[in-house]
Structure formats: structure tokens, C-alpha cells
């Protein structure tokens, strides 16, 4: 039996039975964004383990970054594309910077550069005198999240309405009439992370759409990840050793991967645990009991990319459109809503 919702279209994963033991689940998302999936899946009476497979790094602004922010005041661009909260603050920042400058034209005071205004997440420093921020394009937020810090602006004149797709990723993006009417010649921004969302790049750029865009941060691996994961291995054999645990069957932990840096960092931690399990003792009774393989965790992914790369492994999973908590905690247990 597998289990699907509007939001949830894609699953190869069998509804647990009842266990008696709170189901695990593992969330990898980064740090700065995972408390409230975290605090809605414990108030269901799931164990969640916070352990980031992503940490985000700030990318140092370049005057080409700044170039192409400008080409987009001046109206270049048919549309604005954000892809999340990382990159509409760091965006605002530089967006925020360069409305300063026009508005203050002809002022001699250049003490502040570009570079030392931004940085990943802070838009502060606004002058009291700085009060309208006006938008060249269509703004598209992919997200709840992304859109609120966007509508957020303490501003008292933010000439600009932020649109979102109605299911928050690249299929969804590509359905907005915004997207849509794009043809041969128009542009393109987009605000993101390095990498990722080749799907909505790749076919508007088939339709001759010009794309350009800004990484204001990268994803990178963080440096405690195997070390969190050891621990919590640790943790998990020992429960399991525990005699009134033996009898009780104990469904597979659930993983939370919501891009393919992180499944690929998931990956290379629990490959490389697995291979020092195998060093560290012959007797395959043992290694079985100190070493998971990534077939022993069931999945949480987003989209249809990563739906794909687990189905090629042959991976148990559940596939969201979206990283609602709400979204979620229905995909893994339906009953609970």
C-alpha cells in the first residue's frame, strides 16, 4: 500500500504498522531552517534527531552580482526569481544598497562600499530617510518562507507585490503566468544558492529565454555531520540492546532530504560509517548491528528530481511538492490530520 495527497504525489513507501516505540525521523535540513518542521513533527510524538546535511555559507558579493542587480533596477528583466529566504535577505541587502545610492545621487560620501554593506542575511543599516523600495519586474517568492521575508520589509512604502507558484517548486514555478508567457528574448533573474533548480533553467532556456543569476550563498557539507551521525548510530544500537525493545518491531527511521546536496552528503556520511563498520570487525553478525545502509531508512524527499535519484536505488521514500511541516507529517503518518 502507498499513500498520496494533493501535495504528496509520488510514494514507493508502505504505511508502517503500529509500533510501540516513537517513529524517528532525521532532519537534515540546515540549521537556520529546520526548527519549525522540527517542533511540528515532536508535537505529533515522533523523535526527531536536528542533524544539517547543508550549512549555508556566504558568497562574497562581486561586482558583476552588483552589475546585474542594477541591469534588473534599470528594467532589463521581465522577472525576479527567489528561490529562498537565504537569498531574498541577502538580495534585499543589495536591492536596499542600490536604491540608497539612487536616491542619494550626487552625495560624496562613499565610506560604505557594496561589499561592506552585504552579507549573508542582514539587511540593516537602512537610513530613517530611506522609505520607498519599488519593483522593476514581477517578483516570484518560491515558498512561504522566502515570501516573508520579502513582505516583511520594514518599509513604509514597498512598492511591490510578491507572487508564489500554488505548489512551491520548479513544475509549479513553470505553471505561473509570469513564467509562462516568457518567450525568445525576454530575461530572466534569479537569486539562489550555487546550484540547484536546473529544471525551470533548462526549459526556459530551450524557449530562448535569457537567464541570468545570482548566488549569494553556497551549500557545503558541515563539519560535524559524521561526527552527529556516529553519535546518534551510538544512541540507536544501544536503545535497541535494551531488553524491553527487543520484542517490539521498530520501523525504519525517516529521513528529511530536501534538495540533492543534501542526499549526496546524506549519502557520503552513511557510506563512510558503513565502511569503517566493515573494517572495524569480520564477524558480519556484528557489523550488521553497529553499520546502517542507506536502504535502512525510509525517505521524505522534494520533488520529483530527487524521487527520481532515490528510485534509482531502489529506496523506500515518500515524494512532497512542498516543506510544510503540515506537508510533511501527512506523508508520513496521513492519519494525523
Not at 41 to 60: E, W
Not at 70 to 86: D, M, N
Not at 183 to 197: E, N, P, S, T
Amino acid at each position: 500500500m502507498s499513500w498520496s495527497s494533493p501535495k504528496s504525489t509520488d510514494s514507493n513507501q508502505p504505511i508502517d504498522k503500529p509500533s510501540l516505540l516513537a517513529q524517528v525521523v532525521i532532519n537534515t535540513r540546515p540549521v537556520e531552517r529546520a526548527a519549525p518542521l522540527t517542533q511540528h513533527l515532536q508535537a505529533a510524538g515522533m523523535s526527531v534527531i536536528d542533524m544539517p546535511m547543508l550549512t549555508l555559507q556566504p558568497r562574497q558579493t562581486t561586482d558583476d552580482d552588483m552589475r546585474l542587480m542594477r541591469q534588473w533596477l534599470e528594467g532589463e528583466y521581465q522577472a525576479l526569481v527567489i528561490v529562498s529566504p537565504t537569498a531574498a535577505a541577502s538580495g534585499l541587502a543589495a536591492w536596499q544598497l542600490l536604491e540608497r545610492e539612487r536616491q542619494a545621487k550626487g552625495a560624496t560620501n562613499k565610506d560604505t562600499t557594496d561589499k561592506e554593506i552585504l552579507g549573508i542575511g542582514g539587511i540593516e543599516g537602512i537610513e530613517e530617510n530611506f522609505k520607498i523600495l519599488a519593483a522593476p519586474s514581477d517578483i516570484i517568492a518560491v515558498g512561504e518562507a522566502t515570501a516573508a521575508v520579502l513582505n516583511e520589509v520594514k518599509l513604509p512604502f514597498a512598492s511591490y507585490q510578491v507572487r508564489q507558484p500554488t505548489v512551491a517548486n520548479n513544475e509549479g514555478m513553470l505553471a505561473m503566468p509570469e513564467i509562462e508567457s516568457l518567450q525568445a528574448g525576454d530575461k530572466l533573474l534569479v537569486w539562489r544558492g550555487l546550484g540547484g533548480r536546473r529544471l525551470l533553467v533548462d526549459t526556459l532556456q530551450a524557449r530562448g529565454v535569457h537567464i541570468d543569476s545570482i548566488a549569494w550563498y553556497e551549500r557545503t557539507m558541515p563539519i560535524d555531520a559524521m561526527a552527529q551521525y556516529q553519535q546518534w548510530l551510538t544512541q540507536l544500537i544501544a536503545q535497541q540492546s535494551l531488553p524491553q525493545t527487543l520484542s517490539v518491531e521498530q520501523p525504519k527511521p525517516i529521513v528529511i532530504i530536501s534538495s540533492g546536496t543534501a542526499f549526496e552528503h546524506w549519502e557520503s556520511v552513511v557510506k563512510a560509517v558503513a565502511e569503517q563498520g566493515l573494517k572495524s570487525t569480520s564477524n558480519k553478525d556484528i557489523t550488521d548491528n553497529v553499520a546502517l545502509e542507506l536502504a535502512d531508512f525510509a525517505y521524505v524527499v522534494l520533488g520529483e528530481r530527487l524521487a527520481n535519484m532515490l528510485a534509482e536505488q531502489q529506496l523506500s521514500y515518500w515524494r512532497v511538492e512542498d516543506l510544510a511541516p503540515a506537508t510533511i507529517l501527512a506523508a508520513i503518518h496521513p492519519t494525523y490530520l
